[in-house]
């Protein structure tokens, strides 16, 4: 049986495959292939590092940001330094008001003084009137008095005055005979000239003290009238007393009104002491007045407990490791403040303490720490 033939296929190691004719193709010579597939691989390798870096960069920035919210989420140590400047608008600001309210508490003062002279003033016054009063009540008493107990005593002596007046008009009325007698017995030459001057003067002399005994009647009736009744100059005496204890009366209104007004104005007084007190001990003015440069820094309420006078302040690299004491809390402002929070950027409430730093730097820190060292390192 005939075998087939296996061998009379070609052999291709005998006989190769036509080569392409040259005049047909360009002739393009083609790069080794051992050197391509070491390129790409280098480029495909340094691709993947390249991203693996940057996805663990994005990783490790991501982790980091949490890390540092939730740290400055809950740490309850940290402060923001404060770099306070005299002609800061709020310095400016706070000085305008602390010399307006030193003026006021000035010009209340001179208020004061007036006031309190012046109430003084009308309280002696008052003092003098009052004083017055019952001694001119004393007088109106006594004189009625005494005109109640010589007004009957006068009308009984009026009464006899009249009496005597008749009388001595009687007398007149004959003495007036006598003198015509008296010329007759002139002219008849029964008496000389000179006694006949004599008894004449002696009439006239009469009739000139009937004349004066009836003017001291008309006179004596005017003072019955004074004490017997009401009269103008009772009268005068009463509106002299009554413009007395009227004049008593508006010193009273007046004084009482300046009593108030002065215990308000010593009020005023006393409450801008104590804002001028209490303003003295803001950063502001600390500031402003102070020779020396002074530090201070923010402390949201959530950490005023770690705010304590004494206590150590760290400054730390990255704001929160490689920390080193840079100086003591030296006073703390009740004063509420608000700022932007260094971190997370929002508005924080809180109050203002002054530092006593070592190294000054340490102001120009975005935070520093309270108490102790915020990651024990």
């Known amino acids: 049986m005939a075998t087939p033939a296996i061998n009379s296929l070609p052999d291709p190691r005998q006989?190769?495959?036509?080569?392409?004719?040259?005049?047909?193709?360009?002739?393009t010579p083609a790069a080794p292939p051992r050197r391509q597939s070491f390129l790409y691989k280098s480029i495909i390798t340094l691709?993947?590092?390249?991203?693996?870096?940057?996805?663990?960069?994005?990783?490790?920035?991501?982790?980091?940001?949490a890390f540092v919210m939730g740290f400055y989420a809950v740490n309850g140590t940290w402060c923001a330094p404060v770099i306070l400047s005299a002609s800061?608008?709020?310095?400016?600001?706070?000085?305008?008001?602390?010399?307006l309210s030193k003026q006021t508490l000035e010009d209340l003062k001179v208020d004061v003084t007036r006031q309190q002279?012046?109430?003084d003033e009308m309280t002696k016054h008052r003092g003098s009137l009052e004083a017055l009063d019952p001694e001119l009540e004393h007088a109106i008493l006594r004189e009625r008095g005494h005109d109640r107990s010589t007004g009957p005593e006068l009308v009984t002596l009026d009464t006899q005055k009249q009496g005597d007046n008749v009388k001595t008009q009687r007398v007149l009325t004959q003495l007036q005979q006598v003198e015509d007698q008296i010329h007759k017995?002139?002219?008849?030459?029964?008496?000389?000239?000179?006694?006949?001057?004599?008894?004449?003067?002696?009439?006239?002399?009469?009739?000139?003290?009937?004349?004066?005994?009836?003017?001291?009647?008309?006179?004596?009736?005017?003072?019955?009238?004074?004490?017997?009744?009401?009269g103008t100059k009772s009268l005068d005496v009463l509106e002299k007393q009554a413009e007395l204890r009227s004049e008593i009366a508006q010193l009273d209104v007046a004084i009482n009104v300046a009593q108030k007004q002065l215990q308000e104005d010593n009020?005023?007084?006393?409450?801008?002491?104590?804002?001028?007190?209490?303003?003295?001990?803001?950063?502001?003015?600390?500031?402003?007045?102070?020779?020396?440069?002074?530090?201070?820094a923010f402390v949201p309420y959530d950490n005023q407990a770690n705010a304590k006078v004494g206590s150590p302040i760290y400054?730390?690299?990255?704001?929160?490791?490689?920390?080193?004491?840079?100086?003591?809390?030296?006073?703390?402002?009740?004063?509420?403040?608000?700022?932007?929070?260094?971190?997370?950027?929002?508005?924080?409430?809180?109050?203002?303490?002054?530092?006593?730093?070592?190294?000054?730097?340490?102001?120009?820190?975005?935070?520093?720490?309270?108490?102790r060292k915020p990651l024990l390192f």
């Open 267 to 296: 009020r005023q007084v006393e409450s801008l002491r104590q804002a001028i007190a209490t303003a003295k001990q803001s950063p502001y003015y600390l500031n402003a007045t102070g020779t020396n440069r002074l530090y201070f």
């Open 185 to 230: 017995d002139l002219a008849a030459g029964l008496i000389t000239k000179g006694d006949a001057a004599t008894q004449v003067a002696a009439i006239n002399q009469a009739q000139d003290s009937y004349t004066d005994s009836k003017i001291g009647e008309v006179m004596l009736t005017d003072s019955i009238l004074d004490k017997t009744t009401i």
């Open 315 to 371: 400054d730390c690299y990255f704001n929160m490791v490689l920390c080193r004491k840079v100086g003591t809390v030296k006073q703390i402002f009740l004063g509420e403040e608000q700022i932007t929070h260094p971190i997370f950027k929002t508005q924080v409430r809180g109050l203002m303490i002054q530092m006593n730093l070592s190294h000054p730097n340490s102001a120009k820190s975005q935070t520093v720490f309270l108490g």
């Open 15 to 27: 006989d190769p495959l036509p080569e392409p004719l040259s005049d047909t193709l360009p002739t």
């Open 117 to 119: 002279s012046s109430l």
């Open 88 to 99: 800061d608008e709020k310095s400016l600001d706070f000085l305008q008001k602390l010399v």
């Open 47 to 65: 691709y993947r590092i390249f991203a693996v870096v940057v996805l663990y960069a994005v990783l490790g920035g991501i982790l980091t940001y």
